[in-house]
């Protein structure tokens, strides 16, 4: 997920030259609102910039590029570090994810070795403190390269295992929109301790949103509580309960 920012530009005194008077330096500060790169080097130009707009650009998406990468490095490495302390193999990957230069892990966990991106399941951005998301631990490689593509040198471990799966693991999963299979996937999830969101893993045909709306709108055939906010998210469906 991505971080969502707010620019404030003010212009100060460029002292390294004589003339403070006529040349300024644009500066920006983050916030928790959006503003799209096009919109802050434009804001920059109007607020008194020489700097050209298309210069502006190409230096603040060069610097987000800076900053996403070494985020999820970050993430991959602080994994792998953690990984290792509790004394299980894992690997640094490294390469493209959304199209964009990305890092990510293969774990081995109990003999089998699986794909983890624990960027991606960082909830950033998310006004619910109580969100979770699972949806990238422990995947098989044919679920990860659906929207990662591994670059290296080094051919890395097959990732072909699924028991330690979180959703398959746990047994959160549902075939069909059927009000026993949701509220049996959640009734594990609330024995095993979970709050808040509550995530399903559907392996089902192709599922669209207004499908997912109109089963849950009619409360899931009575097997649910009231809901508060519900998503879907490629094949996984959260749920939140009032």
């Not at 006004?127 to 422990?138: A, C, K, R, S, T």
């Given at each position: 997920m991505a971080t969502t920012k707010y620019w404030k530009v003010w212009l100060t005194p460029n002292l390294l030259t004589k003339d403070v008077d006529n040349d300024y330096i644009a500066e920006v500060s983050t916030s928790k609102h959006t503003l799209r790169n096009e919109d802050i080097a434009q804001r920059i130009v109007a607020e008194g910039s020489e700097i050209k707009y298309d210069t502006l650009l190409s230096i603040i998406n060069q610097h987000d590029r800076i900053i996403r990468e070494a985020v999820c490095d970050g993430y991959a490495r602080a994994f792998q570090y953690l990984m290792g302390q509790a004394g299980l193999q894992c690997l640094l990957v490294r390469g493209n994810a959304g199209g964009e230069g990305h890092a990510w892990n293969v774990a081995r966990i109990n003999d089998a070795y699986y794909q983890v991106d624990v960027t991606w399941d960082d909830p950033v951005g998310m006004?619910?403190?109580?969100?979770?998301?699972?949806?990238?631990?422990?995947l098989t490689d044919a679920d990860m390269t659906r929207d990662h593509t591994p670059e290296t040198e080094i051919p890395l471990p097959v990732c072909a295992a699924t028991a330690d799966n979180y959703f398959l693991r746990g047994g959160y999963t549902a075939s069909a929109l059927e009000a026993g299979q949701f509220g049996d996937a959640v009734a594990r999830q609330v024995n095993d301790g979970a709050r808040g969101w509550y995530q399903i893993l559907y392996t089902g045909a192709a599922l669209s949103e207004e499908r997912l709306a109109d089963f849950l709108n009619g409360n899931a055939g009575g097997r649910l509580p009231a809901l508060s906010r519900y998503a879907l998210n490629d094949n996984i469906i959260q749920l939140l309960f009032e």
């Open positions: 006004d619910d403190p109580d969100y979770v998301y699972y949806g990238y631990l422990n």
